[in-house]
């Protein structure tokens, strides 16, 4: 594997104002032969003025053009944070952008709340688009009940007869504890209707929690496939990344294994011919974001081959590997300067892959690259 070209879907570098912060990106080939990239901007990593841009591609990913600047950021009349968008195009013509809002009334208001150990309240939306993502109309609430803290963890997956949106639910009811983490999907075949939620992964202990779930689907094992963000809260320190692979229709999941590969949010490509590769964020020194094979549906990974495609040039970053108090764990999410992998399969021998990644967490870029396989 080799990186065959890199550059920038949004450089803030040489952006002026205060929107310097990229960070969730998502990636969506679309019927049309377009790309579209998807990715939040703020002031910051944790800030109430976070909205989602989107950005399309003609070229394969080669230059990118920003075509929408942000989506509608109250709902009901509060104001808020559209957190993460992830688009899915249900037949052609008509997108659907499904959101992560995050209720933000205070301009200072963190994200995680230590002492009560739960997330601002949230909800997720969805907006369509008839012009190839130029506009956004039809805002609407999903409903998720009887679960909260809810929030998106990565790309829509496209069944070829329905949508399967991942989320994963952080709750704490009165009398627990600590809260529950749970990785679930909500199917639906439109993007307007949906099926009971599926429970993906989830630690009846919770004493492992499943983060930040990317799906993806193999047409040559014709089944979903899903890797995690393992995290032993027992002993306050990351896991190997798990897999686990479903049933044709994504309904029932096998429970997570490890990979033995050491890293934090990981998202599953599969390749036509059946290998499987992962993009994933390698958070111990050297911070890199890597890529890496399996021939094998994930029981095996090749270490000796694996594609450091960034490696983190600036100074230690706290969280970077080892123990760590997960209250601190959450301030350390703020810090980072690169991760969230993002890709698509181009061809048979080629994935385009994107990330963020700057030289410190008040400027951050949307990056991307083309690997030869």
């Not at 890199?6 to 019927?31: D, F, H, Q, W």
């Not at 109430?48 to 950005?55: E, I």
């Not at 995680?112 to 039809?138: H, I, V």
């Amino acid at each position: 594997m080799k990186v065959a070209d890199e550059g920038y879907i949004l450089n803030t570098e040489t952006a002026s104002g205060p929107l310097k912060v990229c960070t969730g990106l998502s990636l969506r080939p679309i019927a049309s032969g377009s790309i579209l990239a998807t990715f939040r901007v703020g002031s910051a990593k944790d800030s109430a003025d976070g909205n989602v841009f989107v950005a399309e591609s003609l070229d394969r990913g080669e230059t990118w053009e920003v075509i929408c600047q942000g989506f509608r950021s109250s709902f009901q009349g509060v104001r808020g944070e559209i957190r993460a968008s992830h688009i899915a195009q249900p037949k052609p013509g008509k997108l659907v952008a499904f959101m992560t809002w995050f209720e933000r009334p205070e301009p200072g208001s963190k994200l995680y709340d230590a002492k009560t150990d739960r997330l601002l309240k949230s909800r997720l939306l969805a907006a369509q688009s008839e012009d190839g993502g130029r506009s956004w109309d039809d805002y609407r609430e999903i409903d998720t009940s009887p679960f909260t803290g809810c929030a998106q963890c990565g790309p829509i997956l496209q069944l070829p007869s329905k949508l399967l949106i991942p989320f994963e639910t952080y709750e704490r009811p009165e009398g627990v504890p600590q809260s529950i983490q749970t990785a679930r999907c909500l199917p639906t075949a439109d993007g307007r209707l949906f099926d009971p939620i599926v429970t993906v992964a989830k630690d009846s202990d919770q004493k492992v929690f499943y983060w930040d779930e990317r799906l993806a689907y193999s047409p040559n094992h014709q089944r979903p496939v899903a890797l995690f963000w393992t995290y032993d809260r027992a002993a306050q320190k990351d896991m190997p990344i798990h897999i686990a692979w479903s049933s044709p229709d994504g309904q029932t999941w096998e429970p997570p294994r490890s990979t033995g590969v050491r890293g934090q949010i990981a998202l599953p490509l599969p390749l036509p011919d059946g290998r499987l590769l992962a993009f994933y964020v390698h958070r111990h020194p050297l911070g890199s974001m890597r890529l890496i094979l399996s021939n094998d549906a994930g029981r095996t990974w090749d270490l000796d081959g694996e594609l450091v495609v960034y490696e983190n040039m600036g100074s230690g970053q706290r969280g970077m590997a080892g123990e760590s108090d997960f209250a601190k764990y959450w301030e350390d999410m703020s810090t980072w300067t690169f991760g969230h992998p993002a890709g698509v399969v181009l061809d048979k021998s080629s994935v385009l892959l994107a990330y963020y990644a700057g030289k410190s967490k008040e400027c951050l870029s949307a990056r991307w690259a083309r690997v030869e396989i």
